[in-house]
């Protein structure tokens, strides 16, 4: 916490959320988020406006040009806690766009007149923010979870396929006639699920993202350009299997290692940066979830 803010912050937490001085009688929270660069909790009070049981904040910044750092940590990660009162809970935090958020902001801006000048002093249209309870939102749209089951199926099938290749003597197919046809079952079936499981994200859940998360930019490259990379091992599996006088096991199986090595690290960043995100703001996706494309093409 910045040294402004740590005594308005201690002294909010030691009076059951009540704060004297110049904030004597305004409506305050304390909200936590996570620092974009540090990694860390950062504490922000802010003034809010509640309506409809949700509560609303605003990236005012006093009227300054650029976005408060409590703004850009939520365009990374959503996920928040509240401290209202003497009441804390967990929240996810959603800009509110368009006539929302023209209507809140006057609402505000005519409650506390200090918020209209703000908007006076910046070029920037003042983002408003909703905090929406995260246990309201419940579970239904785990979309964190969902895209860990997908990956899991997609694991047990590449554990099938390197199976299916180390249970293959050395030496070329003569040795292993049926091979060739194994392989292209096992491959077909892994590729075409990896395929349009990479493809749905490309298309629909990695663009909802980038538009709600701009903080995430520098993940979805590095997962776009992983992508990239899968593509071209596919490739490289499918030329291998379907060439049928020379499928050498010993070449096969280092292409194979070589991209499980790679699925299962691009698997587990994606969980690690994305799964909590998505799971905080499955639920509240308005228009509709961002399909992560299930197996065997079934959504879900
Ligand atoms: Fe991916
Ligand atoms: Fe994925």
């Not at 936590?32 to 540090?38: E, F, I, L, N």
């Not at 939102?137 to 964190?144: E, I, K, P, T």
């Not at 969902?146 to 390197?162: C, P, Q, Y």
């Not at 180390?166 to 003569?174: E, I, N, S, Y």
């Amino acid at each position: 916490m910045s040294d402004w803010n740590r005594p308005i912050i201690e002294e909010f937490r030691a009076n059951g959320g009540k704060v004297g001085g110049p904030f004597e009688g305004a409506d305050l929270l304390l909200l936590t988020g996570t620092g974009v660069k540090s990694g860390r909790p950062h504490v922000t009070p802010l003034g809010y406006l509640e309506r409809d049981g949700v509560l609303f904040v605003f990236a005012s910044n006093a009227g300054a040009p650029d976005d408060p750092a409590w703004y850009r940590n939520v365009r990374a990660d959503p996920r928040v806690t509240v401290e209202i009162g003497a009441e804390t809970f967990d929240g996810v935090a959603l800009p509110v766009d368009g006539d929302e958020r023209d209507r809140i902001y006057s609402l505000q801006g005519e409650r506390v007149p200090a918020y209209a000048e703000y908007q006076r002093q910046t070029d920037r249209v003042i983002p408003v923010v909703a905090l929406h309870r995260a246990s309201a939102a419940g579970r239904a749209w785990a979309l964190g979870d969902e895209l860990a089951r997908i990956h899991d199926d997609l694991r047990g099938r590449l554990a099938d396929l390197r199976a299916e290749i180390l249970a293959v003597p050395d030496g070329r197919a003569a040795r292993a006639p049926d091979l060739g046809r194994r392989l292209r079952e096992h491959c077909v079936s892994v590729c075409d699920v990896l395929g349009e499981h990479h493809d749905g994200e490309e298309a629909r859940a990695f663009p909802r993202l980038a538009a709600r998360f701009p903080g995430l930019a520098p993940v979805l490259a590095r997962l776009r350009r992983e992508h990239v990379q899968v593509t071209e091992t596919r490739r490289r599996l499918l030329e291998l299997v379907e060439d049928p006088g020379d499928h050498d096991p010993a070449r096969v199986r280092a292409e194979l290692e070589g991209m499980i090595g790679r699925l299962e690290a691009h698997f587990a960043y994606e969980e690690e940066q994305l799964g909590g995100v998505l799971n905080a703001v499955g639920p509240l996706w308005r228009s509709g979830p961002p399909e992560l494309e299930a197996r065997d093409g079934a959504a879900g």
